[in-house]
């Protein structure tokens, strides 16, 4: 079973940046792929981009350019690099485990939000 518990969001106004970690446990973290996702109000949950063990990424559309996951095996960490952030970005970020490309565990989220 993994855990996953996300930190790093906040306040912040258009054009900044945050940097959004989840650490992970269980012995299966380190081979897994893990992915970040975000659901605003009134909106479905969507993928923001995923990692795979090996370190290959894939991003959603609307944060091509602006945002970068990366993930730290020994510490058993993913991050999330955001950039040039708009008031579109406001949401709930999840951290969650993928199989075969569908999210299986999820960690409880953290709130970002971009507003001036």
């Known amino acids: ?3 996953l518990v996300e930190s790093g969001g906040g ?9 959004l970690s ?37 991003y959603g559309d609307p944060v091509k350019g602006r945002f970068t996951i990366s993930r730290d ?13 708009k008031p579109e970005d406001t949401a709930v970020y999840y951290c969650a485990r993928e199989v075969s490309g569908l999210p299986v565990s999820w960690g409880l989220g953290t709130q970002v939000t971009v507003s001036s």
């Not at 306040?11 to 940097?19: I, N």
């Open 1 to 3: 079973q993994v855990q």
């Open 73 to 85: 095996n020994a510490k058993m960490t993913v991050y999330l690099q955001m950039n040039s952030l």
């Open 11 to 19: 306040l912040v106004q258009p054009g900044g940046s945050l940097r």
């Open 22 to 58: 989840c650490a992970g446990s269980g012995t299966i973290f380190r081979i897994s792929v893990l992915g970040w996702y975000r659901q605003a109000p009134g909106k479905q949950r969507e993928l923001v981009a995923s990692i795979t063990s090996g370190g290959t990424t894939n």
